[in-house]
């Protein structure tokens, strides 16, 4: 993840990002905890909600409706939506924020909601005036569920993570292909992975499938038209084709029949 090194600097200001900053808003958004599932029984990440618009363009909509109004209330005052596709550290502003604490397994976790949910921050030139709140303490106490769960080890001490070694950085950004030994760790999944959030204490909700993608058959047997057409405007478009054909290829060759 290369990408990481090479936005250091604008990271750590956001002034980089937008000119004269001042404030920096920070909002959570959930996403559903169903499970994305073929009829076939295999699955994606919870996150990626492939019977949706990409959560990015859904989320940058959301936000520039407050830019909007921070423009009509600041007049003169300039704006900008960031999701997770610009180089933010976005967890660090919602833990900052007051919004939730940073787990273990190194995610933003709300408690009584959770880490199922989406981060958005919208940058501005207004001077906010605002009640402070001091960021929540960690809530994890000497649970260790999420390191002792995560199948690749990548979750190799408390608040760090290999991404090398994480399923979610294998099975989308990754180029090449996943191995047949990370293929088993894999079980039914073939894009992303949420096993440190599915053991965590503080997401306590049935893990109930969703049935909204097609079988693995199917798309296996899809062209880039079949597939654009299907999954263009969706988060599995990231990864692309190929690499999703391959995940699944992997999957079923070393775990034939999905529970």
């Not at 999701?83 to 919004?99: H, K, L, Q, T, W």
């Amino acid at each position: 993840m290369k990408w990481i090194e090479r936005n250091k600097d604008l990271r750590e200001n956001p002034e980089s990002l937008l000119d004269g900053c001042k404030t920096v808003v920070s909002l959570a958004y959930p996403y559903s905890p169903g499970i994305p599932c073929t009829p076939d029984g295999y699955r994606t990440a919870r996150y990626s909600e492939p019977d949706k618009i990409d959560y990015h363009n859904r989320l940058r909509k959301l936000g520039k409706s407050l830019v909007k109004s921070l423009g009509e209330a600041y007049q003169g005052s300039r704006s900008r939506v960031c999701v997770d596709s610009a180089p933010i550290i976005e967890r660090s502003f919602a833990y900052e924020a007051g919004i939730g604490f940073i787990g273990k397994n190194n995610m933003c976790i709300l408690p009584g909601k959770g880490s199922y949910f989406f981060l958005v921050e919208v940058l501005t030139t207004v001077d906010m005036d605002f009640e402070e709140k001091r960021p929540l303490q960690n809530q994890c106490g000497a649970c260790t569920r999420c390191m002792d769960a995560c199948p690749t080890g990548a979750l190799e001490r408390p608040f760090s993570v290999d991404a090398s070694k994480c399923l979610s950085y294998l099975t989308i950004e990754y180029q090449g292909e996943v191995t047949d030994e990370q293929a088993a760790l894999m079980g039914d999944c073939f894009f992303g992975c949420d096993i440190c959030q599915e053991v965590c204490p503080f997401n306590s909700v049935k893990q109930e499938r969703k049935v909204c993608l097609p079988s693995t058959e199917k798309i296996l047997e899809m062209d880039l038209k079949a597939f654009s057409g299907k999954f263009g405007k969706t988060a599995l478009a990231r990864p692309g084709l190929e690499k999703i054909k391959s995940n699944i290829a992997k999957v079923r060759k070393s775990k034939p029949t999905a529970s």
